[in-house]
């Protein structure tokens, strides 16, 4: 190899996604490491730093690897990016084609991909006038594994079997075929006690506050227990009033099972997307109640009687209504008239809902002129 293209600073991308994993080892991280790091000793490179994106689909760029990829383009630490073949660095034709002839040319960034003889240090090679062609071929091929792999999740929703990876709280894995949810005891119990304390006429703000106030761990924490496992969720640890409306209208806790209640709105965007009800897989007496029907029907009543839109009660809307939030806890502000003159104020959630052990007081005037409109 002559000097001009020989390898420099150079950063390898290695990719695996859950489909490649039934590939076997010539897909591995392990095996695309060994072959991007022969090339590069064999061709006098330098290897800054791995960049590794394990798990993720090729149609996804909001990786963390390619984020840190670009950033460390930008910023000079590397001049050349070496990876085993198109398909692993993306399976989208446009975004693939945008960074390889835009993005890394813009900051003098070789590309390399081994397995189809692609190097943009020579601009007039047959691999360089065949990538077009493989970029499409390669969406092309998670365009046909998406559909793939709905048609055997539709086949598991009509067959009864369970198909998340998490069960709703108060339940877990069952051990036959179907992964039927069964009831998990602990869990379950503080489950039942919302819903009675619901019937005795406890706000839901009211028994959010008492379980957080009893230590009780919320579903989060509760399940990061179970598995000794740290949740990649940045959550905050107490009960809130979403938490507890959520089980208090989920109708898996009278034996239904419902699945397909999102989607995605393609295999490119990967925007959840509610489905609506008449489309989802219902299976009633799916597995053991939690809760009696009559029970759970009592509560709803309960729950329509109470439910109450994000208006307030003079039926206006607020236009910072769920944009601000408290700059301590993280949680969204809370909209509430206030004072003699019923001035529209934004307070913190947390200090509203649980109170000063959790954080706080501190609220804003809809009529600071910070806020004004």
């Known amino acids: 190899m002559s000097k001009q293209l020989q390898l420099n600073r150079t950063g390898l991308y290695l990719r695996l996604s859950r ?7 010539s897909m591995s991280i392990e095996n695309q490491r060994m ?6 000793a064999e061709n006098g490179g330098t290897i800054v730093d791995e960049y590794i994106d394990d798990g993720w689909s090729g149609t996804d760029f909001e990786r963390p690897g390619v984020k840190r990829l670009l950033e460390d383009a930008k910023d000079g ?16 034709y446009i975004q693939v084609g945008q960074y390889i002839d835009y993005i890394f040319p813009a900051y003098g960034i070789r590309f390399i991909a081994l397995s189809d ?26 365009a046909n594994t998406s559909k793939k792999i709905r048609a055997v999740l539709e086949a598991k929703w009509q067959a009864g079997r369970y198909t998340n990876w998490a069960y709703p709280y108060g339940y877990k894995a069952g ?3 179907n992964r039927t949810a069964v009831i998990d005891e602990e869990a379950a119990k503080t489950v039942r006690r919302i819903y009675d304390m619901r019937l005795q006429g406890y706000s839901v703000r009211t028994i959010a506050r008492k379980l957080t106030d009893e230590g009780i761990p919320n579903p989060t924490a509760y399940y990061t227990r179970l598995d000794g496992k740290k949740s990649d969720r940045q959550g905050s640890p ?35 997307l509610n489905v609506p009800q008449g489309e989802q897989i219902v299976r009633e007496n799916a597995h ?40 301590d806890c993280g949680k969204k502000l809370k909209g509430k008239s206030g004072g003699r003159d019923r001035i529209y104020m934004y307070a ?21 002129p910070c806020l004004a409109t």
Not at 77 to 92: E, P
Not at 245 to 267: A, N
């Open 175 to 177: 051990t036959d075929e």
């Open 288 to 327: 053991e109640a939690i809760i009696d029907r009559d029970v759970w029907e009592k509560v709803q009543a309960i729950n329509d009687r109470n439910a109450r839109g994000r208006a307030d009660k003079a039926n206006r809307v607020h236009p910072l209504s769920g944009l601000l939030v408290c700059a």
């Open 77 to 92: 630490k590397i001049d050349t990016i070496v990876v085993k073949d198109l398909s692993r660095f993306g399976r989208n």
């Open 348 to 368: 913190c959630r947390t200090y509203t809902d649980l109170g000063k052990k959790y954080c706080t007081s501190h609220s804003v005037s809809e009529k600071h």
């Open 35 to 40: 072959i991007l790091r022969k090339f590069t």
């Open 117 to 142: 003889n692609v190097d943009t240090a020579d601009r007039c090679s047959s691999g360089m006038d065949m990538m077009p062609i493989m970029n499409v071929f390669n969406e092309w091929h998670a």
């Open 238 to 272: 107490y009960w809130s009033q979403k938490t507890v409306s959520d089980i208090l209208k989920d109708r898996t806790y009278i034996g239904t099972l419902i699945q397909h209640r999102t989607t995605r709105f393609s295999y490119k965007n990967h925007k959840v």
């Open 19 to 25: 489909d490649d994993e039934k590939a076997g080892e």
